[in-house]
Nanobody, 123 residues
């Protein structure tokens, strides 16, 4: 079983930056891809970014492209999301996810999920 634990969320002002992390533990961790999703109050969970574990290819949602950067440290089984130029509409709970088979924008194709970390951006 794989466990994912997010950390690093918090409060930032518009235009500011935050970095959230996701550490994986459990059985030998070798996902096909990892992703970040977010869910704002009253809204559905939405895709933010995905990274292919081998090779590091990335795909970003249009809403965050150019402002957010995903990276991974394979030795630490950790993925990071650097968020710059934050906007109030980025306020959400951010979830880390891992997929054993897919490199995808679709939440249903991820089989491991963290508990989420709150990111709040004030105007």
């Amino acid at each position: 079983q794989v466990q994912l634990a997010e950390s690093g969320g918090g409060l930032a002002q518009a235009g500011g930056s935050l970095r959230v992390s996701c550490a994986a533990s459990g059985r030998t961790f070798s996902p096909y891809a990892m992703g970040w999703f977010r869910q704002a109050p009253g809204r559905e969970r939405e895709f933010v970014v995905a990274i292919k574990w081998g090779g590091g290819s990335t795909t970003y949602a249009n809403s965050v492209a150019g402002r957010f950067t995903i990276s991974r440290d394979s030795a630490k089984n950790t993925v990071y999301l650097q968020m710059n130029s934050l906007k109030p509409e980025d306020t959400a709970v951010y979830y880390c996810a891992a997929s054993s088979r897919f490199y995808s924008m679709y939440a249903e194709q991820y089989n491991y999920w963290g508990q989420g970390t709150q990111v709040t951006v004030s105007s």
